[in-house]
T-cell receptor, first 116, second 111 residues
Framework: GAVVSQHPSWVICKSGTSVKIECRSL??????MFWYRQFPKQSLMLMAT?????????EQGVEKDKFLINHASLTLSTLTVTSAHPEDSSFYIC????????????FGPGTRLTVL | QKEVEQNSGPLSVPEGAIASLNCTYS??????FFWYRQYSGKSPELIMF????GDKEDGRFTAQLNKASQYVSLLIRDSQPSDSATYLC???????????FGKGTRLSVIA
């Protein structure tokens, strides 16, 4: 149980284009999902917290107009990187909490974004 | 400012030895403590969580929590080369707050 999927697993795009990443909790309901970014040899950095049906809460320094997060259902959250630039190239990882197990947090496999 | 501190390593241990990974946290009100393992290019996977002072054992892994000293540790017995990875300590303050991660300790188990 407690499986979180992400799609796509990797994407290469041209500078200036937008990329959407999906995060799904497959066998549980997730009222809260988290989006992280990880640059090579660095730790995970929390970008934003999204609660189903409400606006995401962004961490300091994360542009909410650039990283659009939608959490429309208890099993799906999306992150859209708008007008991507090479410096946005990173490993994006989502995480979800089980509705009934507040503390445990399960991670998706991650999406490797490369912006040319 | 919530902080979780870990020694970045690398920590090198011979195969079969005990690996000891340590973590300290700044927020005394923290409630839940987690250890994740992350292989290069992969996302973190949960190894153990601990809520109460003392030891918690799961197979070759033992988590130790000391809230008075604000540290949590992970012991890996009979270390294997496949245990070579980055180990992330994470803390939750309370309720629905997000995990706060340390920078991770890179463990290398030498065959």
């Amino acid at each position: 149980g407690a499986v979180v999927s992400q799609h796509p697993s990797w994407v290469i795009c041209k500078s200036g284009t937008s990329v959407k990443i999906e995060c799904r909790s497959l066998d549980f309901q997730a009222t809260t999902m988290f989006w992280y970014r990880q640059f090579p040899k660095q730790s995970l950095m929390l970008m934003a917290t999204s609660n189903e049906g409400s606006k995401a809460t962004y961490e300091q320094g994360v542009e909410k107009d650039k990283f659009l997060i939608n959490h429309a259902s208890l099993t799906l959250s999306t992150l859209t990187v708008t007008s991507a630039h090479p410096e946005d190239s990173s490993f994006y990882i989502c995480s979800a909490r089980d509705f009934q197990l507040v503390d445990e947090q399960f991670f998706g496999p991650g999406t490797r974004l490369t912006v040319l | 400012q919530k902080e979780v501190e870990q020694n970045s390593g690398p920590l090198s241990v011979p195969e079969g030895a005990i690996a000891s990974l340590n973590c300290t946290y700044s927020d005394r009100g923290s409630q839940s403590f987690f250890w994740y393992r992350q292989y290069s290019g992969k996302s973190p996977e949960l190894i153990m969580f601990i809520y109460s002072n003392g030891d918690k054992e799961d197979g070759r892994f033992t988590a130790q929590l000391n809230k008075a000293s604000q540290y949590v540790s992970l012991l890996i017995r009979d270390s294997q080369p496949s245990d070579s990875a980055t180990y992330l300590c994470a803390v939750i303050l309370s309720g629905n707050t997000p995990l706060v991660f340390g920078k991770g300790t890179r463990l290398s188990v030498i065959a």
